[in-house]
């Protein structure tokens, strides 16, 4: 029998919201999320992961690292090899879905853009240094300051 630490309630992924009422939608999501440990964090690449039938999954699913994560891929052959590597193993472990995709490789991120890998690095950063996907932004022509959500769900440039 397996020991380990009960199941935890994984709060929804927050929804990507817009300038107006967004202070106060993040107040209430910040309160609604206090007692709760979120564990899993919904995202959307940039480009996207392109399979081999040639479909793109850009949503997924990345979960809090665990120490075991963090270990683990340091006594694999291709980490010892190029310590580049080190995030290609690491990446997979974390990711539990990406579109349709739910056995995520090494291979998988391999086949990754250099900018959905990119942006996977920052993703894992925030959510477990930082426990959330928000970043503070200032808009360049007012200078008006605003949170937005990086996990996505639009695409740049779009409203």
């Not at 992961?49 to 999954?57: F, Q």
């Not at 997924?60 to 010892?80: F, I, K, N, Q």
């Amino acid at each position: 029998m397996r020991r380990g630490i009960p199941p935890v309630a994984t709060a929804p992924p927050p929804a990507a919201g817009g300038r107006e009422g967004g202070r106060d939608r993040e107040r209430d999501r910040d309160r609604a999320e206090e007692g709760l440990l979120r564990t899993e964090f919904a995202f959307e690449l940039p480009r996207g992961y392109v399979d081999p039938s040639g479909t793109v999954h850009r949503s997924g699913v990345m979960r809090l690292a665990t120490a075991r994560d963090e270990l683990v891929p340091l006594r694999d052959d291709r980490v010892r090899e190029n310590s580049a590597y080190l995030s290609v193993v690491l990446i997979s472990r974390v990711i539990t879905r990406l579109g349709t995709i739910e056995d995520i490789h090494p291979g998988v991120v391999e086949d990754l853009f250099a900018s959905d890998l990119a942006f996977l690095q920052d993703f894992y950063r925030r959510i477990n240094s930082e426990g959330h996907t928000r970043a503070a932004v200032t808009c360049p022509s007012c200078r008006e300051g605003f949170t937005v959500d990086l996990a996505g769900g639009g695409r740049l440039g779009e409203s």
